[in-house]
T-cell receptor
Framework: GIQVEQSPPDLILQEGANSTLRCNFS?????LQWFHQNPWGQLINLFY???GTKQNGRLSATTVATERYSLLYISSSQTTDSGVYFCAVDSLNNDMRFGAGTRLTVKP | DAMVIQNPRYQVTQFGKPVTLSCSQTLNHNVMYWYQQKSSQAPKLLFH???????NEADTPDNFQSRRPNTSFCFLDIRSPGLGDAAMYLC??????????????FGSGTRLTVV
């Protein structure tokens, strides 16, 4: 099956700093999503981005499907951005697979 | 608001006692999924329904079963829970490729404790 790798596994930032999270995947994908998992376990959809670039406030994402990677940018980070960020991909088989996640800690 | 609802939010069950987790959706999505997430791990796909067609992952234990009586509801049955089955169980839906695919929507999850 498709493999998903995320880096870095852990990231510690000071409030106000910018960061880039990376997701590499091993095959062509029909879907790619970035999620933020809050402390209560809820997976919050950040972006549905199988290709191209999207922005939502301080967050933006870019997927280069031909090179099989996606980037999530967080600008001016806030303590509320802390949590685990997952990249998940779906081929044509309705079987979305998650990467291992990046655990982000933003310190005040 | 259209959403994916999981009940209960927390479930405690006894070792070996069958337990059922439920998921409902108001999105009219034709695909429903169950994921298992253990502590500090990524969610792992157990199985999914595409309409009425059941699709089991190869490494999902036989102890886990699922039912989808209609479009809106899907159930996860654990026939004989073991201590290793304690986890967060996440339900998700998607519209599928034939309905204008817009990605997956997740419920809030059910945290299962086995005692």
């Amino acid at each position: 099956g498709i493999q998903v790798e995320q880096s870095p596994p852990d990231l510690i930032l000071q409030e106000g700093a910018n960061s880039t999270l990376r997701c590499n995947f091993s095959d062509s994908v029909n879907n790619l999503q970035w999620f933020h998992q809050n402390p209560w376990g809820q997976l919050i959809n950040l972006f549905y981005i199988p290709s191209g670039t999207k922005q939502n406030g301080r967050l933006s994402a870019t997927t280069v499907a031909t090179e099989r990677y996606s980037l999530l940018y967080i600008s001016s980070s806030q303590t509320t951005d802390s949590g685990v960020y997952f990249c998940a991909v779906d081929s044509l088989n309705n079987d979305m697979r998650f990467g291992a996640g990046t655990r982000l800690t933003v310190k005040p | 608001d259209a959403m994916v609802i999981q009940n209960p939010r927390y479930q405690v069950t006894q070792f070996g006692k069958p337990v059922t987790l439920s998921c409902s959706q108001t999105l009219n999505h034709n695909v429903m999924y169950w994921y298992q997430q253990k502590s500090s791990q990524a969610p792992k796909l157990l199985f999914h329904y595409y309409d009425k067609d059941f699709n089991n992952e190869a490494d999902t234990p036989d102890n886990f079963q699922s039912r989808r009586p209609n479009t809106s509801f899907c159930f996860l049955d654990i026939r004989s829970p073991g201590l290793g089955d304690a986890a967060m169980y996440l339900c998700a839906t998607s519209g599928g490729l034939d309905r204008g695919y817009y990605g997956y929507t997740f419920g809030s999850g059910t945290r299962l404790t086995v005692v």
